[in-house]
């Protein structure tokens, strides 16, 4: 069996038999990584915490035919800043969520790595404003696999270029007077939210932190992303229902 | 391909965790070969396991008395309750020998991932169990995994404004293992819950 050595962000961990765990991965290379870490769940396991989900490790896997298995794990970062509280691992399950379900095996998926890692550094010292890092996570991971929602010109007609304040979910961007009645389902939008949406979308790490917007508006353009994502995901994100807890 | 009786048994047997179509055959035969009496005294012990046991009315034990040996003892201390993820953590911790107050079992952990939230553990049957003064400390004994630990954050935001303390196992350093082995959030924890000796 050839050994291969990657980086990778583990996303999520599934129980199998006894003692072991199939560990779900992103890597810039090769996409998503399904492997099996072998007696992780016993104390004495070699691997002990460093295969957690969140957990940003250098790894050595054995190919397999159908799921490889973890050799060697050491961690680069752990992020046991949005492991220990509660808030930051709310929002930080969203993106795991999204990366894991955007993410195919054996696929370059460079952008929604280092996507996902940014955001993942910028979460752990983000002590507000975490629902707004969420949109912006949604809205560019959204971007990276083809769904930029479209607030230049008329999301339904493409033709007008000023749109209105009502957001379609379904045409993926915002409509004009016009196209009012071709999406009854649309999302209304404050005035605030719309004028800060360009912002939101266009944000980087380095940035997103200087964005001037009220809590109110923050987590409606999260409510607007987090539809949008799932619309596009074809089914709802388990992990936002629990972001009141 | 079998005869009804034993292809009947094979896909019975197959339903259970870690058992596939090869080992399920393996066991129907093994079956047959037995004594009636052997087969006989296996079908009992599952229609009697079905039938008896249920769950403990208060800690959600698994039982066959009207209330779990944990709970129905006058002996123990009314005034800790330990919260595991399983009933069958209880047992792990019994085996410790060190502790001896009552227990409360939650069903599972939270998981954002997978959708689990509070609504779908025992978390209100827990706090009823707090509304006399009695309970004066919960032990949070949830794996020590991303799941356990965002429960016990969980309860410990909800338990603690009612004047309870919550306290959450140790995490740290197996016996017996290597030092060169720990990975750092595992040795981090045991030198920030490090002890006087």
Same mark, same amino acid.
């Given at each position: 069996m050839p050994l291969y050595k990657t980086k990778g962000i583990a996303l999520n961990t599934y129980k199998l038999g006894e003692a072991d765990k199939i560990i779900v991965l992103i890597s810039p290379e090769r996409g998503k990584i399904r492997a099996v870490a072998k007696g992780v769940r016993k104390t004495k396991s070699k691997f002990g915490s460093r295969l957690e989900p969140f957990t940003f490790i250098d790894l050595m896997l054995y190919e397999g035919k159908n799921l490889d298995i973890v050799n060697q794990a050491e961690i680069i970062d752990s992020f046991k800043e949005i492991r220990a509280d509660l808030n930051k691992l709310k929002y930080g399950s969203v993106m795991l969520e999204l990366a894991d379900k955007v993410s195919q095996e054996n696929e370059d998926s460079r952008q929604v790595f280092l996507l996902l890692l940014n955001a993942l550094k910028e979460l752990k010292t983000s002590d507000e404003k975490q629902a707004l890092l969420l949109a912006i996570f949604e809205l560019k991971l959204m971007s990276v696999i083809g769904f930029s929602p479209h607030i230049d010109q008329c999301a339904a007609c493409g033709v007008n270029t000023k749109p209105g304040n009502l957001f379609s979910i379904k045409y993926g961007g915002l409509l004009c007077a016009g196209c009012i009645d071709r999406d009854p389902a649309a999302i209304p939008l404050s005035n605030e939210s719309l004028n800060r949406l360009p912002e939101v979308i266009k944000a980087t790490s380095h940035s997103w932190k200087d964005l001037d917007i009220s809590e109110k508006s923050e987590n409606d353009i999260l409510k607007l992303a987090d539809a949008f994502a799932a619309y596009h995901m074809d089914r709802p994100i388990k992990s936002s229902k629990l972001l009141n807890i | 391909m079998y005869a009804t009786p034993v292809s009947n048994l094979i896909d019975e047997l197959s339903k259970m965790p870690g058992i596939g179509p090869k080992s399920a055959q393996r066991l129907a035969f093994y079956l047959l070969k037995a004594s009636q009496e052997d087969a006989q005294k296996l079908a009992e012990a599952i229609v009697h396991l079905k039938e008896t046991v249920k769950f403990?009315?208060?800690?959600?034990n698994v039982t066959d008395?009207?209330?779990c040996e944990f709970c129905a003892d006058t002996h123990r201390d009314d005034t800790i309750i330990c919260v595991v993820e399983e009933a069958n953590d209880i047992v792990s911790m019994e085996k410790t020998g060190e502790y001896r107050g009552r227990y409360h079992v939650l069903g599972g952990a939270i998981s954002p991932i997978d959708g689990i939230?509070? @609504? @779908?553990?025992?978390i209100k049957e827990l706090l009823k169990r707090l509304e006399g003064d009695e309970v004066a400390e919960i032990i949070v004994a949830t794996n020590p995994n991303i799941e356990g630990e965002a429960t016990g954050m969980y309860l410990a935001k909800l338990i603690k404004p009612l004047g309870v303390t919550v306290t959450r196992l140790a995490s740290g350093l197996p016996i017996g293992g290597d030092l060169e082995y720990a990975d750092e959030v595992t040795l981090g924890s045991a030198l920030k819950g490090r002890r006087e000796i």
């Open positions: - | 403990c009315p208060v800690c959600y008395e009207p209330e939230g509070p @609504d @779908d553990l025992r």
